[in-house]
């Protein structure tokens, strides 16, 4: 790379520091209500601020889900702005929860709007799907690895409808045989140890996303399998609100537990603005403690 610190140095960093606990910025119309917050673009930047507030110096990771400021048009893009802005100010490392993709010269776009240094949307690191093949997104996750950003590819997501495609099996392509998420792990494993220097790296700049409500094994992914270098970083929702349990974090992990990032929104945000601090410095020592 060109002297630039990759974000999976500054994801390991983070972790060293603060733990694992990511916190969701998620503005639901039911939340903001709960916090005394309009349901407007003031409301939502608020709500955002606020998690800010709560988050820095107790955590190190947030992830705002842009979908809930997208409701609010373009003054929701203003408010969401803002909040981008105040996380990375506040030395927060932030995942905008996007979910983009399209024909790679498409999503390239995307990863200019979102990972681009100076960009109105920049953000560390952004939620990308390879559904039109892991190829599509390829400039992106070059665009990444050049900008010291990461990228966190869709896999095998917390929600049970995925399965079915998520599970279907690759025909005509060198991964024959393997599930589609399968496919895309070994994929970004694999472009993190083709990076200059991998094996110095203690962590690799794309990620992929694991549900911790997901049967993994079922899914087609090896957990028992030896760790990947550098090790793969893991957004992993579907702990707290969804029903998964940090405590289960090693079981549900395994051999990949070491780059999990613990995402959770409704199940700290719901205990309101005055409780948040205090739910974020419990759950950051809960998780601590369930790792071996
Ligand atoms: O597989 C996925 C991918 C993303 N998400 C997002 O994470 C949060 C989860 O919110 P909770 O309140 O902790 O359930 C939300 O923004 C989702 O869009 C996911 O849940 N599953």
């Known amino acids: 790379m060109n002297g630039t610190v990759s974000f999976g140095e500054r994801l390991h960093g983070a972790f060293a520091a603060w733990g694992r606990l990511c916190v969701g910025i998620d503005p639901h119309a039911s939340l903001l209500d709960r916090w ?10 608020e709500f955002g601020l606020r998690v800010i507030d709560a988050a820095a110096g107790r955590a190190g990771i ?23 802005a105040e996380a990375r100010d506040a030395g927060l490392i932030v995942i905008a929860d996007v979910k983009r ?8 776009a995307y990863g200019e709007a979102w990972l681009r240094p100076g960009s109105s949307l920049e953000s560390d ?4 799907s390879a559904f039109q093949g892991l190829g599509s997104i390829e400039s ?3 665009r990444a690895d050049g900008a010291g950003k990461g990228l966190f590819v869709l896999a095998a997501t917390s929600n049970p409808e995925a399965a079915a495609i998520q599970r279907a099996v690759l025909q005509q392509s060198s991964r024959e045989g393997d599930t589609v998420a399968g496919a895309i792990c070994a994929g970004v494993a694999a472009w993190n140890a083709a990076r200059e220097d991998a094996t110095d790296r203690p962590m690799g700049s794309i990620g992929v996303v694991l549900g911790a409500t997901v049967d993994l094994g079922s899914t087609g992914i090896d957990t028992s399998a030896d760790p990947a270098v550098p090790t793969l970083p893991v957004l992993a929702p579907g702990f707290g609100h969804q029903g998964a349990d940090v405590r289960d974090l090693d ?3 395994g051999s990949l537990a070491a780059g999990v990032i613990v995402s959770e929104s409704r199940s700290l945000l ?15 020592d809960e998780i601590g403690a369930a790792r071996v």
Not at 68 to 76: K, N, S, V, Y
Not at 101 to 108: A, C, K, L, R, W
Not at 270 to 284: C, F, N, S
Request: glycine content about 16%; cysteine-free; charged content about 25%.
């Open 125 to 128: 690191a952004m939620t990308i």
């Open 101 to 108: 993709g399209d024909i790679g010269t498409s999503v390239d």
């Open 36 to 45: 005394g917050l309009d349901d407007s673009a003031g409301g939502v930047r």
């Open 62 to 84: 947030v992830k705002p889900q842009v979908a809930f400021f997208e409701r609010h048009g373009a003054a929701g893009y203003l408010a969401l702005e803002r909040v981008l």
């Open 270 to 284: 719901g205990e309101g603005p005055d409780g948040l601090a205090e739910a974020i410095v419990r759950r950051v």
């Open 140 to 142: 992106v996750m070059r």
């Open 251 to 253: 079981a549900i992990y």
